[in-house]
């Protein structure tokens, strides 16, 4: 899995969260790296919408796994 290179953690949060928001990323990361499906739907909510969507890529889930790289 991607390793980050920095990693800045807001310190209000607990270690349980940090921890878990940090997978999540490195498993969509990797996903794009390697284009293993498991990892995007393991890091990605059944209700994930891209705000920063680009044009002609489907909304959801599908949107990332229709387009790997």
Excluded: C, K
Excluded at 46 to 69: E, K, M, V, W
Aim: glycine share 6%; net charge negative; charged share 20%.
């Amino acid at each position: 899995m991607i390793e980050p290179h920095s990693l800045i953690v807001d310190r209000s949060l607990s270690r349980a969260q940090v921890d878990s928001e940090v997978m999540a990323a490195r498993r969509y990361d990797t996903f794009w790296n390697t284009g293993d499906e498991a990892l995007a739907r393991a890091a990605l909510a059944p209700n994930f919408i891209d705000s920063t969507l680009p044009t002609g890529r489907p909304q959801g889930l599908t949107g990332p796994l229709r387009h790997p790289n």
